[in-house]
């Protein structure tokens, strides 16, 4: 009797561990299918960039088509997003940006996020942040614009003081702090970086930088102020990038953001008084308009591509019909899952 009922017992002891092995099979191949589906389903920041006034800019999804690693991507839809996209200006106030010592120097990148910020639809949540080597007078985004611009004033007030240091800032290490500002993130969420492109001592690289801005879904928009000597009117000048503002211009390109140079010595500059309804744009405020568009003409896209990430490969995405003046703005570069 003592021996059938441990062989009953035995008996359903090797049914309970094989129904648990099933169960644990089941949960770790559907873990691993929702791993692939998210490896090879991709919300993306899609925007639209004209050249030209008076074009249409609304897109359809029939209206795009994609492809990865040489295959079709299909095209899903447009994901509605809960609150429209934030934005952080971040802006470097190293000795560098100043490097002649003249106040048009200074004044420069702060009467640019002056004039961004009052270019911004007034229902965007904007923050801003400075640097030289670290980050410093930080705002999260906000509603508030008095706020805002009473921390620019601040800025402005410390010329002179310890807010600069010499020398190149690590700006990737900076890039990948400020994606803390916007945390929690969502797609099409974007850093306005006004800096010059150097860049030394980061703990972390380019490629490292465009991994957290693209896991996040946030794209980067940059203005250069470069100093290189250059003759000739504005869109004429030979610019010569350094290494580092070529891999800016990289992270730019492969998170959907846009970028623009605005040289010294160029007889362009940003008025305090500048007016976002004014009709009589200087060739700088034209061309930062153009790359200011794509910021809030976004459209998070579902995607399913091919087959999943598993390192960093290119994107290509396209109108059907190409329509002159029209640009999409993507990232270029998708990055594995996490």
């Known amino acids: 009797m003592l021996i059938n009922t441990a062989h009953s017992v035995a008996r359903k002891l090797q049914r309970q561990c094989a129904f648990e092995i099933v169960v644990l099979f089941l949960v770790m191949s559907n873990v691993a299918i929702a791993q692939q589906n998210r490896c090879v389903e991709r919300t993306i920041p899609l925007s639209v960039r004209t050249t030209k006034s008076g074009l249409d800019t609304t897109l359809s999804?029939?209206?795009?088509?994609?492809?990865?690693q040489g295959k079709p991507v299909q095209i899903g839809g447009f994901v509605s997003a809960k609150t429209k996209p934030r934005v952080l200006y971040l802006v470097e106030m190293s000795e560098d940006m100043e490097r002649t010592g003249a106040l048009e120097d200074w004044n420069f990148p702060l009467d640019l996020a002056r004039a961004l910020i009052a270019r911004t639809p007034a229902d965007v949540h904007v923050g801003i942040a400075f640097f030289t080597t670290t980050l410093q007078h930080t705002v999260r985004p906000t509603a508030d614009r008095n706020k805002l611009m009473a921390e620019i004033e601040t800025v402005r007030s410390l010329r002179g003081e310890a807010l600069r240091e010499v020398g190149d800032p690590p700006l990737w290490d900076v890039i990948r702090d400020a994606t803390d500002l916007l945390a929690p993130a969502q797609v099409g969420d974007a850093i306005y970086a006004i800096v010059?492109?150097?860049?030394?001592?980061?703990?972390?690289?380019?490629?490292?930088?465009?991994?957290?801005?693209?896991?996040e879904g946030i794209r980067l928009f940059a203005v250069m102020r470069t100093f290189q000597a250059r003759e000739g009117r504005y869109g004429a000048f030979s610019f010569q990038p350094t290494e580092s503002q070529k891999q800016l211009m990289r992270i730019v390109d492969d998170t959907g953001g846009t970028l623009i140079d605005v040289p010294k010595g160029s007889g362009l500059s940003i008025p305090?008084?500048?007016?976002?309804?004014?009709?009589?744009?200087s060739p700088v405020e034209s061309a930062l308009d153009e790359a200011f568009q794509p910021l809030f003409r976004v459209y998070p896209l579902?995607?399913?591509?091919?087959?999943?990430?598993?390192?960093?490969?290119?994107?290509?995405?396209?109108?059907?019909?190409?329509?002159?003046?029209?640009?999409?703005?993507?990232?270029?570069?998708?990055?594995?899952?996490?």
Not at 61 to 68: A, E, F, K, P, V
């Open 302 to 338: 579902l995607i399913h591509l091919p087959q999943p990430v598993d390192k960093l490969h290119q994107l290509r995405l396209d109108l059907r019909n190409k329509k002159d003046g029209v640009h999409l703005i993507y990232p270029k570069t998708l990055v594995p899952c996490a």
């Open 61 to 68: 999804t029939s209206d795009l088509q994609g492809s990865y």
């Open 272 to 281: 305090r008084d500048f007016s976002p309804s004014s009709r009589d744009l």
């Open 196 to 215: 010059h492109g150097g860049e030394h001592g980061s703990k972390a690289s380019a490629q490292l930088a465009t991994i957290s801005l693209s896991s």
